[in-house]
């Protein structure tokens, strides 16, 4: 019987095997094999090696993409 409350108690890298999704949902690093795939709504955009690249290069093209956006209209256009 495998009944695991915290399944990241004992893992020497927390967070890293389940993956991350950012707030809004467009992101996402998702492991494959010994690497992450990111994938940005629905296409996969990048390969990292580990899981705090994968996460530091979604918040790099979140704020990348926040400084492109200058008004509320800009982004229909």
């Not at 008004?71 to 229909?76: A, H, V, Y």
């Amino acid at each position: 019987m495998n009944n695991i409350q915290n399944e990241t108690l004992l893992n020497p890298t927390p967070g890293s095997p389940n993956g991350y999704v950012s707030k809004t949902g467009e992101w996402a690093a998702v492991p494959c094999g010994n690497k992450f795939v990111i994938i940005h709504n629905g296409y996969q955009v990048h390969t990292s090696n580990n899981y705090k690249t994968a996460v530091s290069y979604i918040e790099k093209e979140i704020k990348a993409a926040a400084k492109k956006i200058k008004g509320p209209l800009d982004k229909f256009l």
